[in-house]
């Protein structure tokens, strides 16, 4: 019983370094997510999708990008990283898309952009 | 935008007492849910109680139980009996019901600022 697996756990970069963040879930979950968690300010959206093929922009969104092929999978990509985003990444999902099903979390990948 | 709140960054409590940890937020939704998530040391979020904003009947969950307050849009969390596993940081979440006109809001997560709590032997 996986739940959600993020690749990597750890992860350093060097500024105009680009990568992704890989997030797969088995439980055939409509909803995925991106947060990143950053001291003081909680976790905040990055980017959603609703199902495969539907992506749409969260509060903080500029300098990644997202993409949901499947069901199962829904990478976020760093297109050129800055040390802003340095911070720890997690990945979360839910059966639907309507609230009252709790978010189902990866382990988090923390990331230092140096 | 909904917006959630925090304003205690640092809890403490003894062993075995009862602490309160504080949650208010904004919205002029009024069919939303509200969850408090725990994030111990490695990291790991897990979930530790939910509230349907149209139940009037606060939700407990074993040691754990809210105080939901809809008017004073309040959520607090209540931990009796505390004990050392207990230590994490907490936060308060908001989840749109999504069922608002235009369909448009996807049941996104907006947290708190998060509590860190120390339970002390």
């Known amino acids: 019983n996986a739940g959600v697996t993020q690749t990597p756990k750890f992860q350093v970069l060097k500024t105009g370094q680009s990568m992704t963040l890989q997030c797969a879930q088995d439980?055939?979950?409509?909803?995925m997510s991106w947060y990143r968690q950053d001291p003081g300010m909680g976790l905040r959206l990055i980017h959603y999708?609703?199902?495969?093929?539907?992506?749409d922009q969260g509060e903080v969104p500029n300098g990644y990008n997202v993409s949901r092929s499947t069901t199962e999978d829904f990478p976020l990509r760093l297109l050129s990283a800055a040390p802003s985003q340095t911070s720890v990444y997690f990945c979360?999902?839910?059966?639907?898309?309507?609230?009252?099903?709790?978010?189902?979390f990866g382990n988090g990948t923390r990331l230092t952009v140096t | 935008a909904q917006t959630v709140t925090q304003s205690q960054p640092e809890m403490s409590v003894q062993e075995a007492e009862t602490v309160t940890l504080s949650c208010t937020y904004d919205t002029s939704e009024s069919d939303y849910y509200l969850f408090w998530y725990k994030q111990p040391p490695s990291r790991q979020m897990i979930l530790v109680i939910r509230?349907?904003?149209?139940?009037?009947q606060n939700a407990t969950e074993n040691r754990f139980s809210v105080n939901f307050q809809k008017a004073a849009k309040s959520f607090s969390l209540k931990i009796s009996d505390s004990q050392l596993g207990d230590a994490a940081m907490y936060f308060c979440a908001y989840r749109t019901s999504g069922r608002g006109a235009g369909g448009t809001s996807y049941g996104k997560l907006t947290f708190g600022q998060g509590t860190i709590l120390t339970v002390h032997p």
């Open positions: 439980m055939n979950h409509e909803y």
């Open positions: 979360a999902s839910s059966p639907r898309r309507w609230g009252n099903s709790p978010l189902h």
């Open positions: 509230q349907e904003a149209y139940k009037q």
């Open positions: 999708s609703v199902g495969a093929g539907i992506t």
